[in-house]
């Protein structure tokens, strides 16, 4: 039996990769993205990352808003009949506004909270029940490793932190009924919008290489990667954890090391 998995966020670049890979193992795919437009592309541009007829033939595109839990679990439940209960939930949401305190107004604050970690809930709740009652099922929540140390931006921080220890609750509370969950929180990733910051200053990728261990960078399919080990049987026994997928930002900060023993890593 094909597994039924859901992605969030499903037309953005990470997103993409998550579609792509979910499809090419063989799985049945509920891709749910605000944007209709966005939707309406996305089997175009699998099918131009190479995804098979075949394989797009399981895409079941779902228009739905994250921050309207309501409306969410309603349209969640419709595509589970029509398709088949959602057997994993990656829950691919994130956006940012406020850079700094300074330049964080309240409603910068309350709108990152409500998206990247009430949304993040929404997902889960869309799901949850549908899960114990059936004793099984993975949840993969996208998150940052702003979640882990200060790199501005502090509403959309201060959610991804929530939303570690959000999976770690989630992980203790519903182990008992076959469901695991973990979060994967990626480094600087080649998207869209990082490239929308790569147009504004060329030299942004090559500064930024000087923090990384690796002297790289993840890209949508080493996050993808990530998510479907996870939820793998591979995986089978891995609950409650927060996976950097950052090419060793969070493992130390090599400039600083440098300074500190006065030696070339």
Request: charge should be neutral; aromatic fraction near 4%; glycine fraction near 8%.
């Amino acid at each position: 039996m094909r597994r039924v998995t859901l992605v969030t966020g499903a037309a953005g670049g990470i997103g993409q990769a998550l579609c792509r890979r979910v499809l090419q193992a063989g799985d049945r795919l509920i891709a749910l993205d605000h944007d209709a437009g966005a939707l309406d592309r996305l089997a175009g541009v699998l099918a131009g990352q190479g995804v098979s007829a075949d394989d797009l033939a399981r895409l079941h595109p779902l228009v739905a808003d994250v921050t309207d839990c309501a409306a969410l679990c309603e349209k969640v439940a419709a595509a589970a009949a029509a398709v088949g209960p959602v057997d994993v939930l990656v829950s691919n949401v994130g956006a940012a506004r406020g850079p700094t305190v300074r330049k964080t107004a309240p409603q910068d604050w309350q709108a990152d909270i409500h998206l990247n970690l009430n949304g993040a809930f929404h997902c889960v709740e869309a799901v949850r029940e549908a899960m114990v009652e059936r004793r099984s099922g993975q949840l993969v929540l996208i998150g940052s490793v702003n979640a882990l140390t200060t790199l501005g931006h502090p509403a959309y921080s201060a959610a991804k932190a929530a939303l570690v220890s959000y999976t770690r609750s989630l992980a203790m509370e519903l182990g008992a009924y076959g469901i695991r969950a973990n979060i994967v929180l990626p480094g600087t990733v080649k998207t869209p919008a990082w490239q929308a910051r790569a147009d504004k200053n060329p030299q942004v990728f090559e500064q930024l290489k000087k923090w990384y261990p690796l002297g790289d960078f993840a890209t949508p399919d080493d996050v993808a990667d990530a998510v479907l080990f996870l939820a793998s049987p591979a995986a089978r026994v891995i609950t409650g954890v927060a996976l950097p997928v950052d090419a060793g930002l969070m493992a130390g900060i090599l400039p600083m090391a440098r300074e500190i023993t006065v030696e070339d890593y």
